[in-house]
């Protein structure tokens, strides 16, 4: 039997997977309530022949799909959840609703798709060659805002990986050789009391001024943080909407961030300080809850080195010209200024050199990549999945997540994943050196940033 390369099992797959992706694409579903989605790559699963197991770490719409026996275990992380207020119509030049209420801002029905295709390469290895280990394949729900994998990873989802890898739509074809950082999201509540606001306004007790006063005192205390450090807010609930009322009632969801979980946890105890001085200012009740955490990203330079050999051996895909002319328009109409945008050159599907530096500064984001990265060496890539300049979390990354150029880059991605886990396989040496530099890195080890006991919970939810 002749053991087929990644990239021949991905390119006979390509019709099922780029279904599914358009299949996702569909059906987009917030953040713990994916089920249609859920479904569509559970269903391709077990029609691979996969071990599927549902409902992991107590989530619905988490799963496994296993396959092979024996070490090394791989695993490759999907995700498929959409954005709420995206949606939009398919390869469209304009912002043009199409009645859901969510869409694939973020490019998740591909991030789904093309980690299943880099699970279904190891498994045609795996059944061709007759080489022990076990590929499995992670669904990962509520990465937009839920942290979802911080929460598997809590739970133990990850314990028995040996390596990992997983992938994010982009618009550059780049192994990731940046950290992100670590976050804690936290309801902040203030109770007080209704009164009449010109009537008896020395009866009422200010939840909103609480609010007000807890925001300020952050403002204050952004001056004096970390440089890697970031606190963000929303306002959930101001109270009513009457100005002749005391506001009795004020809720903010708080987002903070730094380099890692210690730093965060510094800093969230002089937040809560602050929240607990505004309530004290104001005599009013504060009260918070811990709503999610993740981990900044642990790099893992002798896996992302080999990704990177292996993406710079197969050449990327090349749009093609109705893909170039759609860019190129889109560009034009929406996009100039944008970073990068280049109608000339919409998309930058040349493969990037590697760039690692150590101790490079985290870029500002976070992911709940990170938690699974804590606990065992992982790499991860990006592919030129949009056009340049086409930003994340936007109507432009929807309306291309239809497009043959997407649905390419996601089989690019899939094919680089694919043969880097191939390549753990045949290679133990070079597993056991990207386990070697892991542990280094880790140090003591992974402690979750999520209490025990605090379960994932939508945005809507709150
Ligand atoms: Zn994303």
Redesign the pocket.
Known sequence: MTVYTAKQTIDEYAPRLDAAADAIWETPELAFTEWQSAATLINFLREEGFEVEEGIAGIATAFSGRFGHGKPVLGVLG?YDALSGLGQEANCLEKKPNGKNAGQG???NL?GVGSLAAAIAVKHYLEESGAEGTVIYYGCPG??GGSGKAFMARDHVFDELDAAVCW??GVLNKVRTRSSLANYQILFKFDGLAAHAAGAPHMGRSALDALELMNIGVQFLREHMPISARIHYSIIDAGGISPNVVQPHAEALYLIRDADNDGVKELYKRVLKIAEGAALMTETKESHDFVKACSNLVMNETMQHEMDRIMQEIAPPVPNNEDMAFARELTLKTLMGAPHANPDHPYAYEKMSYDFNEGEIASAGS?DVGDASWLCPLAQLTTATWCLGTP?HSWQAVTQGKRAAAKEAMRYAGIIMGETLISLLEHPDLLEKAKEEFRGRVGKGYVAPIPEGVRPRALTDL
């Open positions: 995700e973020c490019g998740h991030l990465e937009e994010h739509p992911t994340g």
